[in-house]
């Protein structure tokens, strides 16, 4: 019996259990911190051994394979040793694809708007009255939903951790919406190497599978002549018109693949703002890809609703709105939720900085920005970022103060908008935490 030995616990972790004892492997699943009561409630009704508050070398280093969290990063002392030891590891994402049998994978990646573009394409299949999941980085783990729920289709969000462990994962529809700099404390502060991860989910496609990607996306465009691609390629722009692929143009969206082209106003689109018809052309495009029809398409696109922390209207009080987009975790989020914007912002800001450049927002917030208001543990950077064009920053630590503050700076026609261009772990669990706390501040106000 094979021994697999699953490293990290959390959603990704647990279903890579529960599939690996379903498919007869001998499971040891190990973590450095606590393992959640859900979780060991779920490990033991299913027999599945397990440790927490560290990991005993003497177990995971006889693992004949290793499935290792996408939290973990290489320069964990157990990752060093299990490399030092050679055993093959890979990642939740490929372990999973091993069990997918004949259904459809799509697998969307990029630095911003893949949840959004992963909710969509699951929107847009499910209204077409296809069996279809949305996995990954969203909702249950892909090795959950194979063991409990099989699908005809699978929609993956997949981060970058995700595919640094991939080595035959090959989805039928594969998108990268944009690369921009994004996690680089995990890549040794080298693009290069967080690009190099992003491309890896086509390394195994053929001519079979479709590619998705934007034409207008600087780093991609760059970085696309250095790996080999053999899939079929369907493109998204809005700076031409197209043979093949979805194009924007006067305001209208064309979408062509093989013989077919379906046109349709941007007007009506459920989702507004320039960076959502992106992921409404991506999203359009990949389940086209499948063979979608068109008219469901077109629905599906008006139905949609956005999604909890992404630019989500929380309420208007005395006039003024309040936005959580908590889900913006990084500087080129925060650039989207501020180029979407038309009245003047009190603007939300900080976390846990990933190696953010502000300059890149300076502009925007100078178009749009009345306040702002950090939120974090270490609010230096903002400060001499935009202490020289901004008159009014404050300094918060709990999202009712942050929302106390935004709120006795706004008038009535103002935004306040929590987008704040980091992670959240300084002071919340998590960004959906983050905008919990933040929604309901609002409604104590």
């Known amino acids: 019996m094979q021994k697999m030995v699953i490293l990290g616990a959390g959603e990704s972790g647990i279903g890579a259990a529960l599939l690996a004892s379903q498919k007869g492997y001998d499971v040891f699943v190990s973590d450095g911190g606590s393992i959640s009561e859900k979780f060991k409630s779920e490990l033991n009704s299913h027999s599945v051994r397990f440790e927490e508050n560290g990991h005993s070398d003497e177990i995971v280093l006889l693992a004949d394979e290793i499935i290792k969290s996408p939290g973990i990063p290489e320069k964990a002392p157990i990752m060093k040793k299990v490399r030092a030891a050679g055993i093959p590891v890979i990642s939740e994402i490929e372990f999973s694809f091993r069990y997918v049998g004949n259904s459809k994978v799509i697998a969307i990646t990029g630095s911003n708007g893949k949840t959004t573009t992963t909710a969509l394409t699951y929107h847009i299949i499910q209204q077409s009255g296809a069996s279809c999941a949305m996995v990954g980085n969203i909702g249950y783990s892909f090795a959950r939903q194979i063991a409990k729920e099989p ?198 800001l900080g976390g846990v900085d990933k190696g953010n450049d502000y300059e890149l927002l300076k502009e925007m917030v100078m178009e749009k920005v009345k306040a702002i208001v950090c939120l974090g543990t270490d609010n230096s950077k903002i400060h001499e970022a935009f202490g020289d064009i901004i008159p009014l920053i404050v300094d918060t630590a709990s999202a009712e103060d942050a929302v106390k503050s935004a709120y006795h700076f706004a008038n009535k026609g103002e935004v306040v908008l929590l987008s704040p261009a980091c992670a959240s772990f300084d002071l919340f669990k998590n960004y959906e935490d983050r905008g919990s706390q933040f929604k309901q501040a609002v409604r104590n106000l």
């Open 151 to 348: 699908k005809d289709i699978y929609v993956v969000e997949i981060s970058s951790f995700q595919l640094d462990d991939i080595k035959l994962f090959r989805p039928k529809v594969a998108v990268i919406t944009n690369i921009t700099e994004d996690h680089l404390d995990r890549y040794e502060y080298k693009i290069e190497n967080y690009i190099t991860s992003k491309f890896k989910i086509i390394q195994n496609q053929t001519e079979e599978d479709v590619f998705i990607y934007n034409l207008d996306d600087a780093v991609t465009m760059k970085s696309k002549s250095n790996y080999p691609i053999k899939s079929t390629q369907a493109p998204i722009t809005m700076s031409r018109e197209l043979s093949q692929g979805a194009y924007l143009t006067n305001a209208q969206m064309h979408l062509k693949w093989k013989e077919e082209e379906m046109k349709m106003s941007i007007e009506d689109f459920a989702l507004k703002g320039k960076h959502n018809q992106y992921n409404s052309m991506a999203a359009s495009m990949a389940a086209t890809a499948i063979d979608i029809r068109k008219e469901k398409i077109r629905e599906a696109l008006q139905t949609f609703q956005s999604l909890e922390h992404r630019m989500e209207s929380v309420a208007t009080i005395k006039g003024i709105e309040f936005i959580n987009d908590s889900k913006a975790t990084n500087i080129n989020s925060t650039w989207f939720a501020l180029e979407s914007m038309t009245k003047p912002v009190i603007l939300i």
